[in-house]
Nanobody, 117 residues
Framework: QVQLVESGGGLVQPGGSLRLSCAVS????????MAWYRQAPGEQRQLVAS???????AYADAVKGRFTLSKDNAKNTVYLQMNSLKPEDTAVYYC???????????WGQGTQVTVSS
């Protein structure tokens, strides 16, 4: 079992920044794809950014150049640095871990990000 706990969400003005954190219950980065998803009201959950066990990172077009996913192996924590935030970034953000070999996936409880003036 893997537990994921997100934090760092909140209310921010357009153009502002937030850093989300995802604390992982044990060391898994060497065998899991780590990702951030988001879900806005009335919409499907969408992939925002992902990082493979080899460290290859990919971003959705909507956030490319503004968001950065990083991992701290020592702290078993994944971060999502979000800059130049826009109202359309408003959503619940979820941390996801997927086992590279089995496909088993785990989700955090989500953290709300609201971008509004």
């Amino acid at each position: 079992q893997v537990q994921l706990v997100e934090s760092g969400g909140g209310l921010v003005q357009p153009g502002g920044s937030l850093r989300l954190s995802c604390a992982v219950s044990r060391s898994i980065f060497s065998s899991y794809i780590m990702a951030w998803y988001r879900q806005a009201p009335g919409e499907q959950r969408q992939l925002v950014a992902s990082s493979t066990s080899a460290g290859s990172t990919a971003y959705a077009d909507a956030v490319k150049g503004r968001f950065t996913l990083s991992k701290d192996n020592a702290k078993n924590t994944v971060y999502l640095q979000m800059n130049s935030l826009k109202p359309e970034d408003t959503a619940v953000y979820y941390c996801n871990a997927e086992n590279t070999y089995t496909g088993t996936a785990y989700w955090g409880q989500g953290t709300q990000v609201t971008v509004s003036s």
